[in-house]
T-cell receptor
Framework: GESVGLHLPTLSVQEGDNSIINCAYSNSASDYFIWYKQESGKGPQFIIDIRSNMDKRQGQRVTVLLNKTVKHLSLQIAATQPGDSAVYFCAENRGGGSYIPTFGRGTSLIVHP | EADIYQTPRYLVIGTGKKITLECSQT?????MYWYQQDPGMELHLIHYSYGVNSTEKGDLSSESTVSRIRTEHFPLTLESARPSHTSQYLC???????????FGPGTRLTVT
């Protein structure tokens, strides 16, 4: 189908490097944030989440940082591997019991062996 | 692996045909969603449901309809397919307000 949107930004890294993927969110009332990974031909999969009462959360090889002052979210991937190549989306939940998350544009991560 | 399924995975169909994309989840989630996504592009919400007999239109008007007669089933119907409907359709479900969505594998639709 036709789309008016822009293609996704791309981040290219070498295997073993650390990757940082950034996301700006829109609503200061958002209280829950999620990062998803979407591999080619598949649906998005949950990676890590963070609530607005936290600044940082760590998972296995991934860290999410939340800066509420500038409404910015980042995903750090340590020792990036070829299997990390995918599109990464951030999503915000706008609080107040909203069940409709808002997705960011996404970033395509390409890991070169 | 999430217990959410979509069929068919791939579909090629002629203009004007009526089609239904199936989505089922076995997690007992109340909230279900349909998104449209062109390759390498953003997700666009087309329909969602808060529970049985509840359906709402999303941001993108795609000339489609949905129904939610059972908790586990959320089919999407295109009454008359057009080439502009060519896209990937993703179904998702969610169990609570603060939790993440679980996505199906998607249906890639091509309308000729």
């Amino acid at each position: 189908g036709e789309s008016v949107g822009l293609h996704l930004p791309t981040l290219s890294v070498q295997e073993g490097d650390n990757s940082i993927i950034n996301c700006a969110y829109s609503n200061s009332a958002s209280d829950y944030f999620i990062w998803y990974k979407q591999e080619s031909g598949k649906g998005p999969q949950f990676i890590i989440d963070i609530r607005s009462n936290m600044d940082k959360r760590q998972g296995q090889r991934v860290t999410v940082l939340l800066n509420k002052t500038v409404k910015h979210l980042s995903l750090q991937i340590a020792a990036t591997q070829p299997g990390d190549s995918a599109v990464y989306f951030c999503a915000e939940n706008r609080g107040g019991g909203s069940y409709i998350p808002t997705f960011g544009r996404g970033t395509s991560l390409i890991v070169h062996p | 692996e999430a217990d959410i399924y979509q069929t068919p995975r791939y579909l090629v169909i002629g203009t004007g045909k009526k089609i239904t994309l199936e989505c089922s989840q076995t997690m007992g989630h109340d909230k279900m969603y349909w998104y449209q996504q062109d390759p390498g592009m953003e997700l666009h919400l087309i329909h969602y449901s808060y529970g049985v007999n509840s359906t709402e239109k999303g941001d993108l008007s795609s000339e489609s309809t949905v129904s939610r007669i059972r908790t586990e089933h959320f089919p999407l119907t295109l009454e008359s397919a057009r080439p502009s409907h060519t896209s990937q359709y993703l179904c998702a479900s969610k169990g609570s307000a603060g939790g993440e969505q679980y996505f199906g594998p998607g249906t890639r639709l091509t309308v000729t």
